[in-house]
């Protein structure tokens, strides 16, 4: 009987098993380490069992930081995903335009995260800013450091001019690959044009915006550097978001113990709901018969 | 190794872990499996089931401990009936 899977070919992947290990396995057993301990420095840890992970599932600070990343993650999606499809939807599919527009809506991608979140601290600024500066000529109290829904819509569209090119260059990408033969058996069916969005596109279009909302997720989820550099957490904590309340607690506080609970219990979360979406492409693509 | 500040039960739990890792890497090679599909309407090897356990243990204790009615001993009794009824149904 023939086999279904040839599993000795794992061995191939040893070297980079070797490489994963010391860039990532080998910090976070360190991690697992220090959440069941607690150091004064020197090196010195002492034994406190559950202890940080006990204090860290009571702590509203966790909470409320979980409770503020899924609303962001939640929004970008909701913004990113739709208006990234519209935007595919009307590119131009062939000639020089195609290739022009396609080299643009890359050019946000190439940008560090930390000019990104520059480039929108200067932007937003009521003084020097050109958004700022015209927002208040508006008449519109428009000030990100000081006002949490001012700092918060800053933040989501930046994210939105950040990666929406991400999800339309790879919305384009799924919608070149559909033959043009169904769209001439739609016109003959006289289909509507959202008959054929629904029916042809969309379905098409389902295994790389399954891909496009978990790297905008995964992303989303983690975002450290642009918040933390256009508005550092505030005003007050109303955009400190999981990792910038890890690295406060880890780095600005050197309270290594509960900070290492934190983040594994930030690092369970990511893999489950990575698990969960990679468990879904994979059905898809099973049932898609790829 | 002192850096990573090892522990006993630590260095036990990951020990665990990789024996569990060697003993599925060993029966994958040895004994070849078709894919099932189980009550979550997926299709999922051993080693998939292994990580379904390793993931949903680490809730289930995390949960135990949150709720903080019994000693955490308890939470591995149910982790041990939650494996049992993955590797049997999913």
């Known amino acids: ?290 | 190794m002192a850096w990573m500040a090892w522990t006993l039960p630590t260095a036990l739990f990951f020990g665990a872990i990789a024996c569990l890792i060697v003993t599925f890497t060993v029966l994958a090679i040895k004994f070849p499996e078709t894919p099932r599909v189980g009550i979550l309407r997926i299709e999922t090897t051993r080693g998939d089931r292994l990580f379904i356990t390793l993931l949903g243990s680490a809730f289930l204790n995390l949960i135990w401990l949150a709720v903080g009615i019994s000693p955490q001993w308890g939470a591995l009794i149910l982790c041990f009936v939650y494996a049992c009824a993955v590797f049997r149904w999913v």
Not at chain 1, 44 to 57: N, R, T
Not at chain 1, 100 to 127: C, S
């Open chain 1, 1 to 290: 009987m023939e086999k279904t899977l040839n599993n000795k070919a794992w061995f191939l992947v040893l070297p980079v098993l070797i490489l994963v290990a010391f860039s990532a396995v080998v910090p976070l057993m360190t991690v697992v380490n220090y959440s069941v301990q607690d150091t004064f420095g020197n090196n010195v840890f002492y034994w406190v069992g559950l202890e940080w992970f006990a204090d860290m599932l009571q702590s509203d600070r966790m909470w409320n930081a979980l409770g503020r990343q899924a609303l962001f993650s939640a929004i970008i999606l909701a913004i990113e995903v739709p208006l990234g499809i519209f935007v595919a939807l009307n590119m131009p599919k062939k000639g020089f335009w195609s290739s022009f527009v396609l080299v643009t809506m890359a050019l946000p991608l190439l940008i560090p995260f930390n000019v990104v979140g520059t480039i929108w601290q200067i932007f937003g600024r009521v003084d020097i800013g050109l958004l700022g500066y015209v927002l208040a000529k508006l008449g519109v109290d428009y000030n990100y450091t000081a006002d949490a829904f001012d700092a918060w819509a800053t933040l989501i569209v930046m994210d939105v001019w950040h990666w929406t090119s991400l999800v339309a260059l790879l919305a384009f990408a799924g919608l070149q690959s559909i033959p043009e033969a169904y769209y001439q058996a739609a016109k003959i069916d006289q289909a509507s044009r959202w008959a054929v969005f629904r029916y042809i596109e969309l379905p098409k279009m389902q295994g790389v915006l399954l891909i496009a909302i978990l790297l905008r997720f995964m992303d989303s989820f983690m975002i450290y550097t642009e918040p933390f550099v256009l508005t550092g957490g505030g005003p007050g904590n109303a955009t400190t978001f999981l990792s910038i309340d890890l690295v406060k607690m880890a780095i600005g506080q050197f309270d290594l113990g509960p900070a290492a609970a934190f983040s594994l219990m930030y690092f369970l979360v990511i893999l489950l709901i990575s698990w969960v979406f990679y468990t879904v492409m994979i059905t898809v693509e099973k049932a898609e018969g790829k």
